[in-house]
């Protein structure tokens, strides 16, 4: 069931189907119906994050609504191409529980519902632009990430793990930087001094493959499986990319880590964005934006 939503920067929503004056319990399924849009219409609004922005917005959310009318879980299932949108809008939809409770001809237990969301931007003063780093390219090597809107390179470093770590923060505030480093998302590189292609030694990182395969076992021995699990590839060089639980953040919030692996024959590279648990569905699109934003540079 699809119920379209529009909204304006000078409007309260205007629905793009009718809606009706409901009695204290709705009658039928078209009632119902109208009774969950007059309820979304009532805690939907443009979210600040929207505002500024040129065009129009556009994206999709998948309900999952029960007899009582509780939402038991909100997806996105087209990103307006802001995350910061995609999860004030993600939140609002949440506040909205509960619905209407099921009348007598809906006997199922749960409902599915599209809810297509668009929002009219109108013309808005130039603001002035800041000086943000949006990418990141190694001198020497040419690998290194460039990021979209509204993110941000926040430092560029090295770890014990990586000889270069690029930080990655949101200038949104959104999703929520949850994990222990303190940054949003972090892209490091692995590059030996003696190519792997010519000396798979002892120094060479491990490989993409064996990077999935411990965190797997290290999942499996917690009760856990990697999930949204998926391949991609980057000029040319397959990849695999998962999220996976992290532990619980200072409120006792559950994480969850976005982990994306790629190797090529001189390069090893782990891009990993830690936030919470409520947070994550909306911003899994921006992430595997930032990921395809991945250079490998020189091969």
Request: positive net charge; proline residues 8%; contains cysteine.
């Amino acid at each position: 069931m699809n119920l379209p939503l529009r909204a304006s920067t000078i409007a309260a929503i205007a629905l793009c189907v009718s809606t009706t004056v409901l009695a204290a319990a709705p009658a039928d399924r078209a009632e119902w119906t109208s009774g969950v849009i007059r309820k979304l219409h009532r805690d939907l609004s443009m979210p600040k994050e929207a505002q500024g922005l040129d065009g129009s917005l556009s994206l999709r959310l998948r309900l999952t609504v029960m007899r009582d009318g509780k939402i038991a879980a909100v997806e996105l299932a087209s990103s307006s191409g802001y995350v910061a949108v995609d999860i004030a809008v993600t939140r609002m939809i949440q506040r909205a529980s509960p619905l209407p409770a099921f009348p007598a001809d809906m006997p199922a237990d749960k409902e599915i519902l599209m809810v297509p969301v668009r929002f009219e931007m109108e013309d808005q003063p130039p603001r002035p632009t800041r000086n943000v780093q949006l990418r990141y390219a190694d001198p020497a090597r040419g690998f290194g990430v460039t990021v979209p809107a509204p993110y941000r390179i926040a430092q560029v470093g090295k770890s014990e793990e990586f000889d270069v770590l690029v930080q990655i923060a949101s200038t949104a505030g959104t999703p929520q930087a949850a994990g222990a480093a303190g940054y949003l998302c972090g892209v490091g590189f692995s590059t030996p001094r003696k190519t792997l292609k010519t000396h798979p030694g002892a120094e060479a990182p491990l490989s993409a493959a064996a990077r999935m395969a411990a965190a797997v076992a290290i999942l499996a021995a917690q009760g856990e499986s990697p999930g949204q699990r998926s391949g991609f590839k980057l000029q040319g060089v397959k990849g695999i990319d998962y999220v996976a639980p992290a532990s619980s953040g200072a409120d006792g919030v559950p994480l969850l880590q976005y982990n994306a692996l790629l190797d090529s024959p001189t390069l090893r590279v782990a891009m990993r964005c830690t936030t919470t648990s409520r947070d994550m569905p909306g911003a899994l699109s921006a992430f595997r934006q930032i990921r395809d934003g991945i250079s490998l540079g020189r091969q």
